[in-house]
């Protein structure tokens, strides 16, 4: 069974900790800041989370499962297909990481979307093209993905 993700102290301290090296400009491999409206509060909410590349697009996977940063982006809207994308995400994550699924990067697509909603996957785009797919979807005309 795949370990509980709980955040504790050190978690905290250690998320903290990474966003202050991140707002100095300190690279820290595929780190980030993400920023989000709070679905609650409507303030921006800022955490550091990894973003990888798959095929030319930037995502973001969701490993620790349905923590704040994760609503709070659901509440802001868009989705994704997770299933292939958590697959090809696993298969290049250390094994610490990898604690955290009931699947193996060997394990079969089936299995990937069983597992898929415990770890939601993000795909991320610049604003500008984020705001023309939503005009696209919203006039029902073919939508189109920036380059």
Known sequence: MAKTYRVNFTVRASNALAAAFLRMGVP????????????????PRTTPVAITEQDGQRIIVGTFGDVNWVRNLRAAGGAEEAA?????????????IRGYFD?????????????????????????????????????????????
């Open 84 to 96: 292939p994308l958590l697959k090809r995400a696993l298969s290049g994550a250390p094994g610490m």
């Open 28 to 43: 820290l491999g595929p780190m980030t800041l993400l920023t989000v409206r709070g679905r609650k509060s409507g303030e």
């Open 103 to 147: 699947v193996t990067p060997d394990s079969s697509l089936e299995e990937f979307v069983r597992e898929a909603p415990r770890h939601p996957v993000f795909l991320v785009t610049p604003a500008r093209a984020a705001a023309t797919d939503a005009d696209a979807r919203a006039s029902n005309a073919p939508q189109r993905r920036a380059s």
